[in-house]
């Protein structure tokens, strides 16, 4: 393994983190990367979330309390002006931040960085949904005092969060005093505009951007002392967006204590002292709500919030420590992938879905931001990551969390049919990047151009019509996206006759690999359009035959031609699809092969990821991948391609492919399991899998990588599992269980009905675990079905080819004609 | 002609604007296009720039005082970071305006808008180099006033303008009242952070950035009211340049008067009161001097004005007129075109040459902005226009300018250096637009790719050389920059095989058409850069053979290696030549044939400009250019193409040309007439001449084309009269004389010797008018010699081939093997 390859093992500290395959564990205070912890012990449900920062609030790298959805505009200033270049900036805000409890032991504060600490432990529980923290302090006069935390983000409660601080005084009496905050923190993001990235550096561009003005304007503040209410109410200077926080207190003591508080605009504050004595266990309650909206006045979220703490109260707390227990035992009974005898590896795929399910339970009618809700990286934006990583998950284990996140999506029609126009299109483009539905992606060439969103997004909802079988939603929504996309591919690609044939093309686009840009036919996009146009063909036409007058609505809503239908069939029957065979693979792109090729090999790791150390010109000049394009388009696409196909194309794209994108590793694993390089595809697995609880991109700090999150699943399923769905439910799965693996299982939901699935070496063994329906598959060339009662058991001899090692660099040596593509190392 | 072909004949008014070979001239108050007007009677002397704003400064597009190379620098935002951006922006700034006079009669203000003017001319003579302007004013009560000005910025003395109003009291007695300004107006430049563009309208990139923020910092104030000296100080805040502006009054009156002055920070003031009667002329006259510096304190510059004013105000006034006229005596002696008998373009020929010498003439150590400095527009940046468009008629008849400007370029190679390692190449890298050195190209696509200002700037060197036998400055300076920019070319170009033969590739480059960007093997790129290459080759084993320490100093200075000269031969020999047998044509990229053909015939004028009204991807995606690009590349290099190559080029780009930039008909217009397209030749001739006197792109506000001022004369000298310089001295004429044209003259000098050459219908004639040399050249077939006293005739025969009207649209008849490209216009 190089610096730059894949990780072949476990890269955690097991003494700092001890392996628990149902939770995250942390022993030590570790000031150095707090940045990192704060991401890890993140909770959050998909709408709010918390970082994991201290109670204290004194030991951070970035105060953070995020609501999904919740951003800011602004208008882009571009350093130089063309039409049609993305005008509204949209930022995720960082929201009044509730956890804040700081603690005085005889008006010494509790500092971790400078604490004496004779435990600490702290702990993110995947079942409960709690993360706890539990530590013995040992004062400066000598005293000794536990102190405990919970805190959760509620999954059935989506606007509620709980926090707890417990305080017990192990030895000597003291004067406790608790000071819980509300905050609003939102002057931290004021940067100055003097600061200007040091000489040969450049301000990371995947980081949020970051507000010069204030942001949030004061509409509301309230403290009922009594009550230990605080309330606080704000609105965004130019998105005009409002939002509601309110806290609630409830102190527990054996002792009578002292209340005070105040409340300002940016803050509220409750100070409870006590004077306990030795033995006491002081608790104290923090029930928060959060409500936001675009149109509804501060004063009225605050009444939601109001609403929704009363109920939580009426409950009481530990009914809601138990109902997060209870929605989670419910998660991992349908959505577990369980890895006997693999505790790092089970513990690290836990925490993976884990985040995932953090960052989009209750997103409910909103997108999935690609750092979910655990930080403000690429300004709280939803991607393609929602629908190509993120959604197979839900779709296969959650459904419902699928429909509304493609709800979400056909709500952005409207806009999506407006850039379109911008673009000189027929049909609806969506946004490379957005919140609001307009396109954010301020650096057209690695963001609008990336025309293939469409198609992601046409992919995500034919996969989940074709696994739930829910007809109603491709009726009402899902047709007029595939028709709209399917639209886009028709009017921007052309026909071109060559050598007496005539074929589709797609020019000036940029598929997934963002180190080439604005490229023709690039295959990802071409083969993905493809399957868009076919798709909204076929969806169209069964609609018009099985629901006359539920197409008249399409027609009615989209304008739809008949002959639109036999174009798009059309266009995708004739669209090109390069191949070179000279080479024997497909190139990313029509002149892919003709670029110079980078020398990874004898790169070094002070210049990498290359987009922070090259103008991109000198990146787009080489055959170099950020991340996985064709190989992707191979999996998505699975039976339009051999495996022989597939093997050339990852042989040759592996090497030259950086993993500079979080995207790329689970989609080599996935690839190389299929192909036959198992431990490749295992090391690919573990860097995926370690992406943040190893900050393998040095960027965790900046949030969860849920694409990443998603792609394990992906990986485990779809990879070592071997399952590919052709769609209309027609479901195959070919194992690749790793060496060394005892078993892999993992649940399965097709139309109302979950199976479980459990690979090992030699066979494949499937039993209904829930639903009433049968559920039909093939194992490699057998076709089985196994139905309540009626578990199937399909033998397997082996797990496909195995090639050892790893692909070498095809410079120099590829063409049999004396076609040679010399490697470089740029500005060597 | 289409609305957006080239015009056929003289687009002005002509009562408005009459006819006089010598000057411009308009006849009446149009406040409906000042802009326009103020940048045609602007005066210049290439470093201080009066724009053509009225005395009175009330009617007026932009007030603008302009100083070349007189700039703030600020940090670039880009709306998405990435490495190597060009990070300091670098703007001109408006200068303090010492042209206002305002006048008031019995306390009424002359205000051009309201006035009843019972007269009006303006003049700008091109042989006084004066700007002169003379009305009769009915007051309100009914007195008439006569009132002149005159205004110049001196050739003789650079830092030097001269300006005078008179008033003549026609009939009545009346207080006048004269109140002399000077202001500045930076805080104009203030914009709005408010103001967006309209919705679907987008900033004109082209126009000046403006500043939010305050520029200049007052540093010096100064009044002497007995001495009519004002003195005004100030340095720029990022920047840190210094510029300084004292104003000296002098007033004839027949009668006493009364002054009463005062200055502020940014304003000075005189006010002269005179009771003045009927018959009574009083003249008011104003000496400004400008100095500027990068390091010089703001206090003494005031010194060095002081000093350039005493000078002049002892020689007197009309001394300067004097000087004036004699230096453009002398201009015109060594650089006129005549067109006998065609007095509309006589007339617009000598306004170009004009505004080419004002914009260029004492730039002296400074760059030759694209707008001269006759206003800011595109921020007062130094582009490639300089070397390929504006120094050919400096070389050939003032080549002193030429090599100023060539030693600026000079002296920017560190930076030039510096920015070769930001893109990760070796050699130098001049940036597409900067004042003070540093790229200031904020989108790259357009910019920085534009790698092929390396090797006009190498043309230029060369062409400069080669005109005047200059080898002091080729070994001492020029030699440098052409190692430099060969090694560029060396680096970031690849060998790759194909076919058995192996040949040399540059990727990811922009060419001049900006409608396609970041290509593979631009056409025009590689034939220049093979120039570059070789003459780079050529050059330094010149140097050795000739003078061998003076190549031990190249070599110290460069750190040259012997192996790099064979390198750049090779590199130059195997330089890929796009060329596409089957169309019969060369493409301007590799894949540029592979694209859909933009249908321009269809394109309705309201999405015109291209630019200003599609994404820049939906522009890329389409054959069409912006300007042209081989066509361009076969003018410089003309000896490299065949007539029948040149002919085919010709017809398959020029339907698909939009001229959407001013640099393109000029050079339509030369290959035109070579090829045999007479009419579109002069077609193109007159869309160039008019470019700005008819404001033919909309925005002559914004100031002089300079690149098309210099284009006129090579469309004349090499279009019409046919001239190629093939270097080293080699000169060929084959002349094109337009139907209807009795007589086309020129002057061109060459290695001291001037000669004049007059082409007819029947023959070329030749005569030395200056200098002792003989000029040995060859006219189509015949060489000749010329020499004093001994003139050359050589008859012609004809004006070569004549094809009549416009080639077609090349789209769909294309290729005999059924290849077909269609032609579409998008977002219809």
């Known amino acids: 393994m190089t610096a730059f390859g894949p990780i072949t093992g476990d890269p955690l500290d097991r003494n700092r983190f001890p392996i628990d395959e149902w939770a995250l564990v942390e022993t030590r205070f570790e000031p150095s990367d707090l940045g990192v912890t704060e991401t890890l012990f993140a909770v959050g449900n998909g709408y709010l979330g918390l970082r994991g920062n201290y109670?204290?609030?004194?030991?951070?790298?970035?105060?953070?309390?995020?609501?999904?959805?919740?951003?800011?505009?602004?208008?882009?200033?571009?350093?130089?002006?063309?039409?049609?270049?993305?005008?509204?900036?949209?930022?995720?805000?960082?929201?009044p931040d509730p956890k804040i409890i700081r603690l005085y032991i005889d008006d010494e504060p509790l500092e971790l960085s400078t604490a004496d600490l004779l435990d600490y432990q702290r702990v993110l529980d995947f079942r409960t949904g709690v993360l706890s923290r539990d530590l013995v302090w040992r004062t400066t006069s000598g005293k000794r005092v536990r102190v405990r935390s919970r805190r959760m983000t509620s999954f059935t409660e989506r606007h509620l969060g709980v926090m707890q601080l417990e305080v017990t005084l192990l030895e000597g009496n003291a004067a406790v005093q608790l000071s819980s905050q509300l905050v609003?923190?939102?002057?931290?993001?004021?940067?100055?505009?003097?600061?200007?990235?040091?000489?040969?550096?450049?301000?990371?561009?995947?980081?949020?951007?970051?507000?010069?003005?204030?942001?949030?304007?004061?509409?509301?503040?309230?403290?009922?002392?009594?009550?230990?209410?605080?309330?606080?109410?704000?609105?965004?200077?130019?998105?005009?967006?409002?939002?509601g926080v309110v806290v609630d207190h409830h102190l527990d003591s054996p002792v009578p204590y002292r209340t005070e508080g105040r409340v300002e605009d940016d803050q509220g504050k409750l100070i409870y002292q006590i004077r306990a004595e030795e033995g006491h266990t002081i608790r104290l309650t923090k029930l928060v709500s959060v409500h936001?909206?675009?149109?509804?006045?501060?004063?009225?979220?605050?009444?939601?919030?109001?609403?929704?703490?009363?109920?939580?109260?009426?409950?009481?707390?530990?009914?809601?420590?138990?109902?997060?227990?209870?929605?989670?035992?419910?998660?991992?009974?349908?959505?577990?992938?369980?890895?006997?005898?693999?505790?790092?590896?089970?513990?690290?795929?836990?925490?993976?879905?884990?985040?995932?399910?953090?960052?989009?339970?209750?997103?409910?009618?909103?997108?999935?931001p690609a750092k979910g809700v655990s930080a403000a990286g690429y300004g709280g934006h939803y991607f393609w990551d929602a629908e190509i990583y993120a959604m197979p998950f839900s779709t296969y284990t959650t459904p419902n969390a699928t429909r509304n996140a493609l709800r979400f999506r056909y709500s952005l029609l409207p806009a999506a049919r407006r850039r379109a126009v911008d673009l000189s299109q027929k049909g609806a483009l969506f946004p490379w990047r957005t919140i609001n539905g307009n396109e954010?992606?301020?650096?057209?060439?690695?963001?609008?151009?990336?025309?293939?969103?469409?198609?992601?997004?046409?992919?995500?909802?034919?996969?989940?019509?074709?696994?739930?079988?829910?007809?109603?939603?491709?009726?009402?929504?899902?047709?007029?996206?595939l028709v709209e996309t399917a639209r886009l591919w028709a009017d921007i690609g052309f026909w071109r006759q060559e050598n007496g044939s005539s074929s589709f093309h797609i020019h000036g686009v940029t598929g997934p690999d963002e180190y080439t840009t604005v490229v023709n036919d690039n295959l990802y996009t071409n083969v993905l359009a493809r399957?868009?146009?076919?798709?909204?063909?076929?969806?169209?036409?069964?609609?018009?035959?099985?629901?006359?007058?539920?197409?008249?609505?399409?027609?009615?809503?989209?304008?739809?031609?008949?002959?639109?239908?036999?174009?798009?069939?059309?266009?995708?029957?004739?669209?090109?699809?390069?191949?070179?065979?000279?080479?024997g693979i497909h190139p990313q792109d029509s002149r892919f092969l003709d670029r110079e090729m980078w020398d990874l090999e004898h790169?070094?790791?002070?210049?990498?990821?290359?987009?922070?150390?090259?103008?991109?010109?000198?990146?787009?000049?080489?055959?170099?991948?950020?991340?996985?394009?064709?190989?992707?388009?191979?999996?998505?696409?699975?039976?339009?391609?051999?495996?022989?196909?597939?093997?050339?194309?990852?042989?040759?794209?592996?090497?030259?492919?950086?993993?500079?994108?979080?995207?790329?590793?689970v989609v080599q694993s996935i690839i190389a399991a299929e192909v036959g390089y198992h431990e490749l595809a295992l090391q690919y697995f573990y860097e995926a899998a370690f992406v943040d609880l190893a900050d393998?991109?040095?960027?965790?700090?900046?949030?969860?990588?849920?694409?990443?999150?998603?792609?394990?699943?992906?990986?485990?399923?779809?990879?070592f599992g071997g399952f590919r769905d052709h769609g209309a439910g027609r479901w195959h799965f070919d194992p690749r269980l790793p060496a060394g693996w005892d078993e892999l299982s993992f649940r399965l939901t097709m139309r109302g009905t979950r199976i479980r699935v459990t690979v090992t070496s030699d066979a494949l063994t499937a039993i209904v675990e829930d639903g009433e329906g049968e559920v039909t598959f093939s194992v490699r060339d057998t076709e089985v079905t196994a139905a309540p009662g009626r578990p199937v058991e399909v033998p397997l001899d082996g797990q496909g080819a195995r090639i050892e090692g790893r692909p070498p660099n095809p410079a120099g040596t590829l063409r049999a004609d004396g076609t040679v593509i010399s490697a470089t190392v740029p500005g060597r």
């Open 440 to 481: 954010a992606s301020a650096y057209y060439a690695a963001g609008t151009a990336q025309y293939h969103i469409d198609a992601d997004i046409a992919y995500a909802v034919s996969q989940y019509v074709g696994a739930t079988g829910d007809l109603d939603f491709l009726v009402r929504e899902g047709v007029d996206i």
């Open 292 to 368: 936001t909206a675009t149109r509804v006045p501060a004063r009225e979220l605050i009444d939601r919030c109001e609403r929704t703490l009363d109920r939580a109260n009426e409950d009481g707390v530990e009914a809601q420590f138990e109902a997060q227990r209870e929605w989670l035992d419910a998660f991992w009974e349908r959505s577990d992938v369980e890895l006997p005898r693999q505790p790092d590896l089970q513990q690290a795929t836990r925490w993976n879905l884990f985040a995932l399910t953090q960052a989009t339970a209750r997103a409910d009618g909103l997108g999935i």
């Open 696 to 719: 393998r991109h040095a960027n965790a700090a900046d949030g969860v990588h849920v694409a990443s999150t998603g792609g394990v699943w992906s990986a485990l399923v779809c990879g």
């Open 184 to 243: 609003n923190r939102q002057d931290r993001d004021v940067r100055s505009e003097q600061v200007e990235p040091a000489q040969g550096t450049i301000a990371d561009p995947r980081k949020a951007e970051q507000f010069g003005r204030r942001v949030l304007q004061p509409q509301y503040k309230d403290l009922d002392e009594d009550a230990g209410r605080i309330a606080l109410g704000y609105q965004t200077v130019d998105s005009g967006m409002t939002i």
């Open 55 to 95: 109670e204290e609030a004194r030991d951070a790298y970035a105060d953070g309390t995020f609501v999904n959805g919740f951003h800011e505009t602004w208008p882009i200033h571009h350093a130089e002006e063309a039409f049609g270049l993305a005008r509204v900036g949209q930022t995720m805000v960082n929201a």
């Open 531 to 583: 399957f868009n146009l076919r798709r909204a063909a076929d969806a169209v036409t069964e609609v018009r035959e099985s629901q006359p007058d539920a197409y008249d609505e399409v027609v009615r809503r989209t304008g739809l031609r008949e002959e639109e239908i036999a174009e798009w069939r059309e266009a995708a029957a004739g669209m090109h699809v390069p191949y070179d065979a000279k080479v």
């Open 603 to 665: 790169t070094s790791a002070d210049v990498r990821p290359l987009l922070l150390h090259h103008h991109p010109l000198v990146i787009y000049r080489f055959q170099v991948l950020k991340q996985a394009d064709v190989v992707l388009a191979q999996f998505l696409q699975s039976e339009e391609f051999t495996t022989q196909e597939k093997r050339a194309d990852f042989e040759y794209y592996d090497p030259i492919t950086t993993g500079d994108s979080s995207l790329s590793a």
